[in-house]
């Protein structure tokens, strides 16, 4: 079973989770190539960290905690509580000292990519990191090509500009893929998207 | 009320929060300075938005989600979760193209401050950020003193060693004060800790 919540993302519960443990079962879904995105950066960023390479990590969900029971001689158990929206992307972290910071999204669509499961406040974070100086992107996934693409965040902006300025809602795949680095998708790391980041630091230098 | 869990953290409901939503409620508070250092951090970490001095945030509490609702025409909800042992620090962001990352502990001890509430995956995160040329660093409250100190990642770990090799379980206060930088409580921000960061940054060139 596989949950969405409000922003169409999937949910895996822990029971879930922990049968994805099983290393047989994982080995089927990674030879059906049947991981979602954050699987896939999960992997890679674990790659990076046994590397030295990175320390990227993704951020715990967002959980707005209502109600929470406190058994005797038990973990405490949370009985109520909402998902929140993210006010920031979901993944940061370092890479050769540098501030890394970017969000992960996968469309079916194959001729365009929607620019509705982003939000209004992770732009503006990503906008905030480009003033600090900071390296954000946006990793987009054609889930039914199977194409990864890296698109630096002050040109997604130019595209959520474009369309706060009444101009369509997504962009089109060949906007993607000629304002944006494709990486290959890979057996280890999956998606080495550092070496888009090692680009676009060559190119600030 | 407040609920103290497996680490000892204070944690508030979001109930609890909307009350502080409320200004006069806040302004008491304030007034008394019953904040805890999570709440003076959020405040001096919106400052720095505010002031594009630096964009940092305090990450998500991880949880272990098992169960969750899905009624019709309303949000899911989630019926069964538990708190995660953090594998990170708390607080990470950029400033000036740097990474800084940090954790927050307070004590209400006047002599020493205590290892325990540190974990060993957050000791050993800190040491692969410092690795990444990260900027990297524990604030340490002495909540009875009023006292504030930034421990540099560095000095943090040769105190934790010492504890690994069967030395004492807690870093004296003298200790403190003679490696880590003291930080004056303000008004705004409250703990204007990026002073330090640029001394630790200027040491570094």
């Known amino acids: 079973m596989v949950f969405h919540y409000p922003n169409g993302k999937k949910f895996a519960t822990a029971k879930q989770n922990k049968n994805k443990g099983n290393s047989n079962f994982k080995k089927i879904i990674y030879s059906n190539r049947g991981m979602t995105l954050e699987e896939d950066l999960n992997e890679?960023?674990?790659?990076?960290?046994?590397m030295n390479l990175a320390v990227i990590h993704k951020k715990p969900?967002?959980?707005?905690?209502v109600d929470v029971h406190y058994p005797k001689r038990s973990a405490a158990v949370i009985k109520e509580a909402y998902f929140k929206q993210a006010s920031t992307t979901d993944y940061n972290g370092?890479?050769?000292?540098r501030y890394i910071d970017f969000e992960a999204?996968?469309?079916?669509?194959?001729?365009?990519?929607?620019?509705?499961?982003?939000?209004?406040?992770?732009?503006?974070?990503?906008?905030?990191?480009?003033?600090?100086h900071g390296i954000s992107f946006v990793i987009l996934r054609f889930s039914s090509l199977e194409e990864?693409?890296?698109?630096?965040?002050s040109?997604?902006?130019?595209f959520w500009n474009?369309?706060?300025?009444?101009?369509?809602?997504?962009?089109?795949?060949?906007e993607v893929e000629t304002t944006s680095y494709k990486?290959?998708?890979?057996?280890?790391?999956?998606?080495?998207y550092l070496r888009v980041v090692d680009q676009i630091i060559e190119k600030a230098q």
């Open 44 to 50: 890679t960023n674990e790659y990076y960290l046994s």
């Open 61 to 65: 969900t967002p959980i707005q905690i």
């Open 94 to 97: 370092v890479y050769k000292g």
């Open 105 to 132: 999204k996968e469309t079916k669509n194959t001729s365009s990519f929607p620019l509705q499961n982003l939000h209004e406040h992770q732009i503006q974070h990503m906008q905030q990191v480009l003033d600090q």
């Open 148 to 153: 990864i693409y890296v698109m630096e965040a």
């Open 155 to 158: 040109i997604l902006i130019t």
């Open 162 to 174: 474009r369309m706060l300025a009444g101009g369509r809602k997504s962009i089109t795949k060949s």
């Open 183 to 192: 990486v290959p998708i890979g057996y280890q790391p999956r998606i080495d």
